[in-house]
């Protein structure tokens, strides 16, 4: 296969159905134009929100209520709200009734078919004779994959209702008896597909083996759509989202002054992924940057601009910061030992702890007899990593405190005077920092700072060190 595209589209496009079908899905084309596309796509926004937890809040779904055991009923009514959510949506998109009732009816079948699990499991557990914590994460990949189904399945109904033939890929669908591997998956499904004269639909979770929410949690559809393309041999792989990759969040610094970033390269996109900056899983764009498959990242409503082109090798032509951005809550865990120069041991043990725990280390630093860890994670999970290091080392001093981190991230970073002018733009605005990491690759800037001052950093930085520079010429690319 040569010459197709591979497009994901999030869940906030997905549901602004009439823009994301004038803008991405036809966006003018006809006929042959409209084909050698491939589309994975991601649940209606607040649809998995509903089958597993808020991501935000963290209030429960039907996983959640399932989980809770707290009543027969809860989850059961969970579900039924994820039902009228669904057909609530197909209600507003489809103007035919016999499409309408297709759809409506596939999600009767989906829901049907894993409320019926749900309530073996129940029955099992009301015994007090079975555990049944093992299926529970079974359970948590059946109810994912209902969000990405109705979805895919809906959107080719459309296409399907404007002539455009279009075909339902369901990588959702599995048992116990049939756990390929997510290439074999996709092999299969994509071995009878003539590119050239069908717009395949793809669910963006697939049922494997290994399982896709355990392994990538919430960024499984962008595992999915990495793979296809890498397995498809794509020549561009596209992410629609509500908005441009900019140099900033606009809400933040105003919307006349964050720019579209343009052109960065994968280095650029990791920093982001480590900041868990909604622009790529860091696993997804490992595999186009090995395939040498540039990424663009398009934003669905304004249909004209190409958006943001992320290849391996490019660098910027002037050294320059490309985006200012960070975490406004996370943990700085310091560990204090007077005996540990020249010892080693203590980084491993650590890093034992932070794993067990399942905590995100966005960075690190170390003198002598000190190493802290910036951790994306909360409060209460750093005390339990801290109540396992004490009892290993009962005469360290560990601590850890609430911090935020604003980086300023760019393809090439080492314009002379741009530290300096950060930390004097810092100290103007009175914002004090914490600590500094600089890495040697120039890539980033870590500024630690107090939480509260996050929303200020970001604007002082990115007015001192990407509205006051001078726009650059061409671009140069690595050799």
Avoid at 14 to 36: E, H
Avoid at 281 to 306: C, K, M, S, W
Avoid at 433 to 451: G, P, T, W, Y
């Amino acid at each position: 296969m040569t010459g197709h595209s591979v497009e994901k589209i999030g869940g906030t496009s997905m549901a602004a159905t009439a823009t994301l079908f004038d803008n991405v899905l036809i966006a003018g084309r006809a006929g042959a134009d409209l084909y050698n596309r491939i589309f994975v796509v991601s649940a209606y926004a607040g649809m998995t929100d509903l089958l597993l937890e808020n991501k935000k809040s963290g209030a429960p779904g039907v996983y959640g209520r399932f989980v809770a055991d707290e009543d027969a009923g809860g989850w059961r009514e969970a579900m039924e709200a994820v039902r009228r959510a669904m057909q609530a949506r197909n209600a507003a998109m489809f103007a035919r009734p016999e499409s309408r009732a297709e759809a409506d009816a596939f999600v009767d079948t989906r829901i049907a078919t894993v409320a019926a699990c749900l309530d073996d499991l129940a029955r099992l557990r009301a015994h007090g004779r079975f555990c049944v914590k093992e299926q529970l994460m079974t359970v948590r990949e059946l109810l994912a994959g209902i969000g990405e189904a109705h979805s895919a399945h809906s959107t080719a109904l459309l296409l399907r209702d404007r002539d455009v033939n279009a075909r339902f890929v369901d990588l959702t669908l599995w048992d116990q008896e049939d756990l390929s591997s997510l290439d074999e998956r996709i092999g299969d499904a994509f071995a009878a597909i003539d590119l050239a004269t069908t717009m395949p639909i793809v669910t963006g979770y697939a049922g494997c083996e290994g399982g896709m929410v355990r392994r990538y949690a919430r960024g499984y559809t962008e595992m999915t759509f990495s793979r296809l393309a890498v397995l498809t041999g794509a020549r561009e792989a596209i992410i629609h989202k509500e908005f441009h990759l900019s140099s900033a969040d606009p809400k933040l610094v105003g919307e006349d002054k964050a720019r579209k970033i343009g052109r960065t390269n994968y280095d650029v996109a990791d920093q982001l992924a480590n900041l868990g900056m909604e622009a790529i899983h860091p696993g997804a764009g490992r595999g186009l940057r090995q395939a040498d498959i540039p990424l663009r990242v398009r934003n669905t409503f304004d249909r004209e601009d190409e958006g943001t082109l992320v290849t391996g090798g490019y660098v910027s032509d002037v050294p320059r910061v490309e985006i200012v951005t960070g975490i406004r809550q996370m943990q700085a865990l310091t560990f204090f030992e007077q005996d540990m120069v020249g010892m080693k041991g203590y980084d491993a043990a650590i890093l034992d702890a932070l794993t067990r725990h399942r905590v995100w280390i966005v960075s690190k630093s170390s003198n002598a007899n000190t190493i802290t860890h910036y951790l994306s994670a909360s409060a209460e999970v750093v005390k339990n990593v801290i109540a396992d290091l004490q009892k290993a080392y009962p005469e360290a001093a560990i601590s850890a405190q609430p911090v935020a981190m604003v980086s300023a991230i760019g393809s090439d970073i080492a314009r002379p005077g741009m530290v300096p002018d950060a930390l004097r733009a810092l100290d103007d605005a009175g914002i004090g920092m914490i600590a500094l990491q600089h890495q040697i690759r120039n890539v980033d800037v870590q500024f630690i700072i107090e939480s509260g001052d996050f929303d200020a950093a970001v604007r002082v930085l990115h007015k001192a060190l990407v509205e006051g520079d001078v726009k650059t010429g061409e671009d140069r690319r690595a050799a």
